[in-house]
Each structure stands twice: as C-alpha cells, then as structure tokens.
C-alpha cells in the first residue's frame, strides 16, 4: 500500500512528538567525525564545558582560562567536550508480505513498520544524529530536508514477496535498525548481521507481525497463499496445523534473539494490534542504552 | 384428496421423496466443504507441514439435518397440504334448494361471514347441480329456482334490512312459497321471534330443513334517555356470559362542522346479566349536538340509537333589572323561576350581550324596563328567529315609559301609567283571583287553584287588538298574562311579579304549569298517538341495516298516528322523522325488544360459523425451507470462518434483532440525545435575551432573517440598555417557544402550515405574554390584505392561532415611543399598514392629554409587509447586506427601520411602560406643543 507521503510524516512526526529528543548513545567513535551536539565524554573540540586542567607543557598561553586561573596561583586550561555526530541506518522491510492485515481496522505491517522506523528516525534526527537508508540509496544526513526524503524513499513498495535484508553500504561503528517481519529465508538475515557486526555496527530488530500470525485462528478447508501469490499450502483441517505453526514461530523468535545475542543487537517482536507508541518507546530505549 | 387426521394433501405421491432423505444424508455427509483461500504471509512457516488426517472436517450433523429439514419441508410443502379440508362427504343433496335468510338488522353485524358461508353453500349446489332460490324474510319476493352461479352473482348485492321479519312479511313469504318439494336452508339470525314458527312448519312440510345460526354475540343499544341531568344508555345482549365490556360512541358534528366522535364510553355487562347501563354526564352543548350512539365495532342498526328531541333541554336565560346582590333571596325576582325551571332546563346566566350569542330558546326579562339600543336589536332578531321572550313586571316597567305611548315592539300591549293596586291595607276591594283560562289560549284546561291572588298588576291600555292577546285574565276581566307573536317567535308578559311581592302565582303549582305550557320549562314527552293524527311526518336521515346514517332523499312522509304505532318495514323505515315543531326518532330497538336465542326442533340441524377454516399449509412451509437454508448459509459461512471478517457488525445485528432491543436502545439513545440537545437549546436561549425567527424552509430567507436579527440585536446593543446574544432559529414544531420575547415571521407562500401541536404551542406562546412580528414582505407590490399569495399564506397560517381583534397602528399607539418618537415603520419597504392589537372601544382621549390611555398588554402580534429583516440584515462584517431605497434618503429609511426595531423590541419587554402618563411633559416638550 502506498501511503502518501505528507500523510506519512505528519503521522511519524505525532508519534516523534511524545518523546523528548533522542540522544543515540554512541560508543565508538571511529570515521565519522562530523560535528555534532553528542558528548563524546572526552575532552576534545566543541562547544560545552567539560573540564578545566592545570597548564601542562605544550600548552599555548591563549589557552589558559584567566579567569578560573585569576582565583589562584596556578593556570587553568578550559576543556570542552568532544561532540559528535552518529550515522543510523535503517533497513524497513516493504516486501509484499508486509502489505498485509488481517482486519480493516488494522494497519498493515508494512505501515506500521514504515512508521516505526521514521518516527525514530525523527528522534534520531532531532537529536542531532544523521540517518539514512542502508545501502547506497539513501546515505545518513542530518536536518529536517532528510525526514521528507526518508519519508519519501519509505513510501516505495518492492515486489517481492520476503525482502532480503540490505546490508551493503554500512558505514563501520553506525548504528543500524532493521523493521521486517522476517518472515523470509533466515540465511541472508544472518549473513546480514554478522558482517555488520564485524564492521563495529550494533543496532535493533523489530520484528512486525499481524495478530492472525501470532495466534493462528484458522480452521476448516483451507488454501494459504502468501501476498505475492507465490507460496500457496492447501491444508484441509487448518485447526490442526495450528500447534505445529505457533512452534515454527517461537523456532523463529528464538533464532532471531540468539542471532541478535550474537551480535550484540537487541530484539523486539511488534504486532500491529499493539500500539505504535509501544515499539517507539522500546526503540528509543533500545538506541539510546539507558543514557539519557 | 388424501386425508390424515386434520392434515388433507392434494399431492400425496410427492410424499415418497421423504423417502431420498437418508441417501441424501449420505451424500452430504462425504462431500467436504469447498476450501476457502486466503492470504496469509506466515504460509512461509506452513510449507512442509502434512495434515495428520486425511479426512477432511465433516459437515457437522446439525447442519446435516438443518439441511435434511429444509429439503423435507420442501418436498412436504409441494405436496399440497391443507389443514381442516373441506369434507365433501356430508348433506349432498339432490333436488332444488331454498335459502330462507332472515336478513334482519340482528344479521347485519356478521354479515361478511354468512355471505362467505352462503357463498360455500352455493358453490356446491353448483358442483351437484341444484336449483336454488333465495327468499329474504324481511322482504320476500317470490323464489324462483335457477342455477346456482346466478345467485352467485348476485350475492354481494344481498343487504340486510334495518327491520325484523314480522308476521305480515312471514304471512307474504308464505303465500309465496312455490307447491313442489324442496330442501331448505334457514340463515338465521338468532332471535326468537313468534313469526318463526309458521314459517318452519310450512318449509318443513316440503322437506328437509337446516338451520344455520353465527354464534356471534348480539348487543343492541336501546334509546338514551335524559334522567336526572344524566344521559341514561342501555345496551342488552343475546346471550349473558361472562363480565363483559363494551364502547359506547356519540357521534355528532364537532364546533367546526365535522362528523366526529364528541364521547366515548364504556358500559359493562355484568356477569351474567343481559342488560348493562352507562350513565354519561355530558355538558348541554355537547348533549345537544350528539346526533347517535353507537356500539363501537358492531356494524348493525340495532347498536345504532337517534336521539330525537328528547335529550335536549331547552336553555333558558334568566335576566333581573337590578339584582340586589345583597339582598334576601326570597325577594329575589328570578328566585321563584330559578326553583320552577332548574330541573327542567339549562338556565343561562349573565348579561344580556353575552347570553344573546348562545341563542337561548327563552329570554326570560323579570322587571326590566329598558333595554340599550345594541341589545334590543339583537332581541329582536333573536325573536324574529323564533325565541320566546317572557317578561315580567315590577316595579321599575311600572315606573317607566315603555310601551306607554306606542307599543314598543317587545312588548304585547301597550300600558297604562302606575299600574294599580288591589286588595291592600290603603286600597278597596278584595285581591283578585283568576278567571277560567279563555278558550284558545294555551293554558286553556289548566285546574286553578282557589288560593292563587293578585294584589297589584301592570295595566294594559285598552286596545283593539287586546282583545285577541290575552291569554289569561283576572276575575275582573283585566288581562293577566298577554301574548303577542314576532315574526316566528312569541313576547309574552306576565302583568305581575316574578316573585311573590304582587301575587301568590309565583308560589302555586300552576305557575310551573303555566311555565310548561308555555313549552318554556320542558319539552313534552314523546306524544301519545292519538296526539298524532292528522299530522305527517317527513324522514329527515334514516338507518340502513349495518347502522349507517344515510340521508332519506325522497322517501315519502309518514302519518303521525303510524309513525308511533306501526312496526318497521320499508314503508317505516328507522331514522328521524321530523314534524312540525319538534322531532321524532324511530329506532330500531326500543324497551320493548326482546333479545332471546331461537328455540329450533331436535330434528332440524343446526349449523354454526364456527366451523375450522380450510387452511393451505404449502405456503407456510416452504417459507419454512427458505428460513432453513438461509440459516444454513450463515451456519456454513460460521463453520468455515468466512464470517469471522463481518463479525463484529453482523453477530451485533443478529444478537439485537433476536433481542429485539434494536429499537429501544436505539430510541433510548435518540431521546437522550433530543433530551440534551433541548437542555442545550433552553439554555443558549435564556442566557441572554434572545431575538429569534421562525424557520419557513426558504434557505435563503431563513438566513436574511437571521442576517436582519442580527443587525437589530448589535443596533439595540449599541444603543439601549438591552444586549441580546446572537439571534436563534426556531423550528416551531421542536423548539421551545416560551424563551423568546419576539418572534420574527416571515411568510413566503410555500412554508408549511404547522401541525396542531404547534400551533398549541403558538397559542400558548401569544397568551403568555409572546408577541409575533408577521411579514409578508410584499408592501411594494400589495397593499396590506390584497390577495397577494403572501397575504393569503398570512391568513391561513393565522386563522388557528389566537389573535385579537386588529386595526392600523393609531397615531397614539405606545409602538410610536418607546424609544424614539416615530410615526412610520419601515422596513425595506414603507407601506404604512402595520396592524396591531385594536384599542378597546371604550378607549377615549382624556380632555389635555395627547394620548388615549390604550392597550394594557403588550400586542401579541404585528402583522405588516415592509420586509424589516431585509432592512435590517447585516453581513458579518456589520454592512447592510440590502441595498434600501437610493443614496442618503435609502440610509435614512434603514436608520427609521432600525428605531421601529428598537421600539418593538423595548415594547415587548417593557409593555405599557411608555403609556404611563410620567413622560407626557418631556413628550409634550418634544412634539412641541
């Protein structure tokens, strides 16, 4: 489903709205070295205070800090803190198995993922980080003009049916959010993730799954088929398939965590009944590590 | 046909599919369900995954058998069942068939069920080829046997008569009956009369007879009689059973001229009883214009009574010269006739200009000498119309003029000055008595008692005409009671007092004697026929036999002395019969009739209505199989979760429906909703004071007169102390009225006229203290009161609604300065014919003073046509939205329009406040004078 564009951002912007700015937690700091509003916790060159140390050797005079060093004998240096900016990178799944809900009251998966992810990544831009897409599409920038093209590269849909995860284009030591249903093949997941993690990346998966997914409520004569009309499995008791499915499921879950565990990411499973505030809030704690 | 118990089926072999049921079973029970697809992305999970079971779900057995049901009332239904078949078996006969119907008015009530039985009968006569003929007893005719479909033909033209068969029609019917054999058929209506039994033995003796009775309950009403100011009803029944209730109708010609019900009542038959009463008490005008009561529901003549004069009491109007209100009653002049005529008749109280308009029968004047010239005008065409004015003397008619020079009109003789006196302590001679009533005078007969005296009378001048006046007189010869005719109507004075000051009349008997005679105190009782003869008598409105009242045309009269005496027939037909003063009712039951059920022999069979209606099931049933298969396509939509999208709405839907609570949440939910939403109405409109218009439908007016309050409201902001809020729309059939000082009408020819709870509402609103401003918006092209569509709108919107007499406004009216000085009212147009309230005609102008002290109220209404809205109309920028005349002299319109507003306004909440003669110096200064 293609959600217009403006429609789009004004909802993300809503939901960024309930949340005071995001500072994205950065721990390494390796490459880019654009200045940002980020204390680095070391002293280095911006614009806050971060200590003042006595005049060492090498130290030029228009260093000294008079006044602290006025109260005293001895001279001070003024340090400032080394502020920097971070690169996000998002990856949102717009595989057809993601335009998908399973009542008209319900968003689709897709739409909640889209929505999710840009209303994070208003967060993250507000906050001073610079996001972008993975892959070459999209490179992380900073500034409100990059919300309008993050919204606008979000409201494209692909034609396959299971998307396979992007993860060229990382730029080493970022942070990284993949939205899916990872619904697909698992392997290119996999791949995905351990070479982002050998690049230094770590970062959130949000898992998205409708209800009818999670519960299976099916019975009776039944043809599956998937969104893209691809996959089809006629089963003739569906009832039946139910335990088998719900266990395939939880293999699922369990992988991904193991897999995120892994790599040092963090996972989230998401279902469009739930709040989209709930997946934000999590988000935000997830990227911001506890710090405020 | 193929008969089981009660059941009968025309296609009985349709029954051996019952017998493909079970095959049926087996079928559906191995086919499975068609599969549903549906999208579902986790289908990646699915991939692989083996059905442990082979078998697919089977189609459960309820719905199995919801399915097995439908097709078995199916095929059941094709069969042709019929419940209670016609048996053909029973009374075939041969030979030609006579149907005796008694066709009476007791017959009438059900009559639609013996046509349909008398129908059934001939329709088989016609399969076994009999002959019939038909023969009604209340009007026989000579039977002569034809083919049934004739008759059949014929038969919805069979009505019956408003009379019973008597012995003279039975005594005809006989002579008619034809020599040959014949079998009969009797439709009885139930009542034992003697005519019956000649009739049975003559059909009896040419064969076979059966009887056929309705087990109806028969009530008759029997004529109402006027007892003790009650009107006495009394219903009887055929059969006595248990307690029952029955409503009794008057109906009669409402205040505007319309057939309507003016009372209703109940009257109950005790258990048991075959008689049951109602006593109604109805006011005399109501009493009096009930032309028939009527059993509710029951269609025959007998439930149908005339009420001829016999309910009516006359009115009579008794009217002193002077009352001494405190003195002692005996010396009361109207006390005597008070206690001679209260039972008798309806006695009107009041001044003589309020009495004239209820057209009493009698004016009784005691000891009145002048009347005013209005007043005597109108006595006298009250007079020429045929009312009977009674006078009497006394002092005061002793003392004047009248009559003394010229006879006066309302007065039978002419009178000598003073009057004299007889018998008393400064007089000679004995008090006089009475002589023996003259031949040809109305009390002519009347025994008189030796104790009645006269001591003093009103002398009448000798005359040549006096002579044939004097209806009664003294021992002396001098006229007592004289009497002249006018026009249709009669003067009659007595020449003493009304009370005992003059005579001892008043306290005898013959007084009340005299009074009947004079048909004042009591309408005879019905005549007895010797009193009849001679005269004819012409049918006004006759009954026909369901009881309907149908105009009687060009029957022909009827002689006085059978109009009482003879039995109904087509000769005397039931109704009202009208005679030279009064009229007579013939109805058709009377305290004579007798309801008792007909005794009938052992050996003649009696059969009833009551017999079990042939019934068509096929119907039915396959409304049934429909019914299961719709049940089934939900249920398999259930099984198979195709009705797990549309379940929110339409499980709800089903979950109400079965319920049945749709409707009263629904309306709970409405009311509370209408309840606040008038809650919030009432208080937009109270909170300030609020100007509002009457919405016409017109969109575009509807707004100019919301536009035009709007521009009032902000001028009587800005100038007065008066701050209205913004003006309201009022829908006159919703809205609450009663908050708002000023309504503003406009009238365009295409409103609705309001329903008459609005106009309730309206009327309400006007006696409160309301006032509405009518607009015809068309003074530029019609003067007020041409026929302009607007103006005729105007008129029949108004006529319902309670509204004073009008007249222009005057020069003085308080509308001219209650707040500015004015003495024109335009709106966007200057007519200056704007009505108000008129002044009441007493108002004068007081010697000094520039203004008649005028209306104490406020007038409820303003009726004109200069269009105010448009002159006031403001856009919401405050610019006059309406351009008004040209240039300065079109501002100054508007201004004058804005000040007519401001003064209606102040007039309405402040009333006569400017009337009031505090301001008369500062208004003299202003108008210079």
Redesign the interface.
């Given at each position: 489903m293609i959600t217009p564009v403006a429609q789009l951002r004004q909802s993300a912007q809503q939901e960024a709205t309930r949340f005071p700015a995001l500072l994205a937690r950065a721990e390494q700091l390796a490459g880019t070295v654009l200045l940002g509003e980020h204390g680095r916790r070391r002293s280095g060159l911006g614009d806050d205070f971060w200590q003042y140390r006595p005049l060492r050797a090498g130290d030029t005079y228009r260093s000294i800090d008079w006044r602290r060093s006025g109260r005293g004998d001895e001279q001070y240096v003024r340090e400032r803190e080394w502020q920097i900016a971070q690169s996000v990178q998002l990856w949102v799944d717009t595989g057809a198995?993601?335009r998908?809900s399973s009542?008209?009251d319900l968003p689709t998966?897709g739409d909640r993922a889209r929505l999710v992810a840009l209303a994070a990544a208003i967060l993250l831009i507000r906050g001073g980080e610079r996001v972008g897409f993975t892959g070459w599409t999209l490179p992380p920038r900073n500034g409100d003009i990059q919300i309008l093209r993050l919204a606008e590269a979000l409201s494209k849909d692909a034609e396959e049916d299971?998307s396979q995860p992007e993860a060229r284009g990382i730029i080493p030591h970022a942070r990284a959010m993949f939205v899916s249903?990872f619904?697909?093949d698992l392997a290119p997941m996999e791949a995905a993730l351990t070479k982002a993690a050998d690049r230094g990346v770590r970062g959130v998966l949000v898992q998205v799954l409708?209800p009818?997914?999670e519960s299976?409520?099916?019975?009776?004569?039944?043809?599956?088929?998937?969104?893209g009309k691809t996959?089809?499995?006629?089963?003739?008791?569906a009832g039946?398939?139910r335990e088998?499915?719900l266990q395939?499921?939880a293999e699922?879950k369990a992988r991904l965590e193991h897999l995120s565990r892994l790599t040092g990411w963090q996972f989230m499973c998401h279902h469009t009944s739930d709040s989209a505030q709930n997946a934000l809030l999590w988000v935000y704690r997830a990227m911001d590590g506890g710090h405020g | 046909m193929t008969v089981l118990g009660p059941l009968g089926f025309t296609a009985p072999w349709l029954l051996l599919g019952l017998l493909a049921l079970p095959v049926l079973w087996v079928i559906l029970r191995a086919v499975?369900?068609?599969?549903?697809?549906?999208?579902?992305?986790?289908?990646?999970?699915?991939?692989g995954?083996k059905?442990?079971?082979?078998?697919?779900?089977r189609t459960p057995w309820w719905l199995l058998l919801l399915r097995l049901l439908a097709v078995a009332a199916v095929i059941i239904g094709l069969a042709g069942p019929i419940l209670n078949p016609e048996d053909d078996s029973q009374s075939a006969g041969t030979g030609p068939l006579l149907v005796v119907m008694d066709a009476s008015w007791s017959s009438a009530a059900d009559w639609r069920a013996r046509q349909v039985a008398l129908d059934a009968l001939l329709s088989r006569a016609e399969r076994e080829a009999r002959p019939v003929a038909l023969m009604r007893l209340t009007d026989p005719e000579a039977p002569h046997f034809q083919q049934a479909a004739v008759l059949r033909a014929r038969l919805t033209g069979l009505e019956p008569e408003p009379w019973e068969p008597g012995e003279a029609h039975v005594a005809r019917a006989l002579s008619m009956l034809p020599e040959e054999d014949f079998d009969s058929y009797w439709m009885s209506d139930g009542l034992a009369r003697a005519s019956r039994d000649p009739m049975l033995n003559a059909l009896m003796e040419h064969g076979q007879v059966t009887v056929f009775e309705s087990p109806r309950n028969l009530t008759a009403l029997l004529p109402p009689r006027f007892e003790d100011g009650h009107v006495q009803l009394t219903a009887r029944r055929l059969h006595p059973g248990t307690a029952r209730e029955i409503s009794i109708a008057g109906h009669g010609l409402d205040p505007a001229g319309n057939p309507a019900v003016l009372v209703r009542a109940p009257l109950t038959f005790a258990e048991g009883a075959s008689e049951g009463e109602l006593d109604l008490s109805l006011p005399a005008e109501l009493r009096a214009r009930i032309t028939r009561f009527e059993i509710d529901g029951a269609r025959s003549a007998g439930a149908v009574s005339l009420p001829d004069d016999s309910l009516r009491r006359r009115e009579v109007a008794l009217i002193a010269g002077n009352e001494n209100r405190e003195g002692l009653e005996l010396l009361s002049p109207l006390y005597y006739l008070h206690k001679a005529l209260q039972d008798d008749v309806d006695i009107l109280d009041g001044a003589l200009t309020e009495v004239l308009p209820a057209n009493p029968d009698v004016i009784v004047l005691a000891d009145v000498a002048t009347l005013g010239p209005g007043e005597e005008a109108g006595v006298t065409e009250w007079l020429e119309k045929g009312g009977t004015l009674l006078r009497f003397a006394g002092p005061r008619l002793a003392a004047s003029d009248l009559s003394r020079d010229r006879e006066d009109p309302l007065m039978p003789v002419r009178l000598r000055a003073g009057g004299r006196s007889v018998g008393g302590a400064m007089s000679w001679g004995e008090p006089k008595s009475l002589a023996p009533f003259p031949e040809g005078s109305p009390f002519e007969g009347l025994t008189i008692p030796a104790d009645v005296t006269v001591t003093s009378q009103v002398m009448a001048q000798p005359d040549p005409t006096l002579a044939d006046r004097v209806i009664a007189q003294l021992s002396d010869g001098t006229p007592l009671v004289t009497r002249k005719r006018v026009g249709q109507g009669q003067v009659v004075l007595f020449h003493v007092t009304a009370n005992a000051e003059w005579s001892s009349l008043p306290l005898s008997g013959l007084f009340v004697q005299m009074l009947e005679r004079l048909a004042i105190s009591a309408m005879p009782a019905t005549p007895e026929p010797g009193e009849l003869v001679g005269t004819m008598w012409q049918p006004i409105r006759v009954l026909d036999g369901f009881g309907a009242v149908v105009d009687a045309g060009t029957l022909p009269g009827v002689p006085g002395e059978a109009l009482l005496t003879e039995a109904l027939g087509p000769e005397l037909r039931p109704g009202l019969y009208q005679g030279e003063e009064r009229s007579l009712a013939r109805n058709v039951v009377t305290e004579s009739t007798v309801l008792e059920p007909a005794v009938w022999p052992d050996t003649v069979p009696v059969e009833g209505l009551n017999r079990p209606q042939e019934t068509p099931l096929a119907g039915w049933l396959l409304a049934l199989a429909i019914a299961l298969l719709l049940a089934d396509v939900i249920a398999s939509l259930a099984?198979?979760?195709r009705l797990?999208?549309a379940r929110p709405t339409a499980a709800t839907v089903l979950l109400a429906l079965a319920l049945g609570a749709l409707a009263t949440t629904g309306g709970a939910r409405a009311q509370g909703a209408s309840s606040s939403s008038a809650d919030a109405f009432a208080e937009a409109a109270t909170a300030e004071v609020t100007l509002a218009h009457v919405v016409t439908g017109d969109t575009q007016l509807d707004e100019l007169a919301q536009n035009g309050l709007r521009g009032l409201s902000e001028t009587l902001y800005y100038r007065t102390s008066v701050e209205p809020s913004d003006p309201m729309a009022v829908n006159l059939e919703t809205d609450e009225l009663a908050f708002f000082p000023l309504l503003y009408w406009p009238i365009t020819p295409s409103q609705p006229t309001p329903s008459p709870a609005a106009y309730a509402k309206l009327n309400d609103y006007l006696r409160s203290g309301g006032m509405i401003l009518f607009d015809t918006r068309d003074a530029d092209v019609a003067g007020f009161g041409a026929a302009s569509p607007e103006g005729r709108k105007l008129r029949e919107l108004a006529a319902p609604l309670d509204i004073p007499p009008l007249e222009p406004v005057p020069q003085d009216h308080v509308l001219t300065r209650t707040f500015y000085l004015l003495q024109d009212f335009p709106g966007r147009y200057s007519s200056r014919d704007v009505w108000v309230e008129a002044a009441p005609p007493d108002a004068e102008l007081v010697e000094g003073m520039p203004f008649r002290n005028l209306n104490d109220n406020v007038t409820p209404v303003v009726i004109g046509g200069n269009d105010w809205a448009a002159a006031w109309a403001v856009d919401s920028r405050g610019n006059p939205q309406v351009r008004i005349g040209s240039g300065f002299a079109g501002e100054r319109q508007r201004e004058i329009a804005y000040r007519f507003g401001v003064n209606l306004v102040m007039h309405v909440l402040t009333g006569n406040y400017k009337s009031d003669q505090v301001h008369v110096p500062a208004l003299l200064d202003r108008l210079g004078n």
């Open positions: 198995s993601m998908f009542h008209k998966k299971y249903d619904l697909g409708d009818t997914e299976f409520p099916f019975k009776g004569r039944t043809i599956f088929e998937s969104v996959l089809a499995h006629e089963t003739l008791k039946d398939l088998r499915y395939r499921l699922r | 499975p369900p068609a599969p549903i697809r549906r999208l579902f992305p986790g289908v990646v999970l699915l991939l995954l059905d442990d079971d082979q078998v697919t779900d099984l198979s979760g797990r999208g």
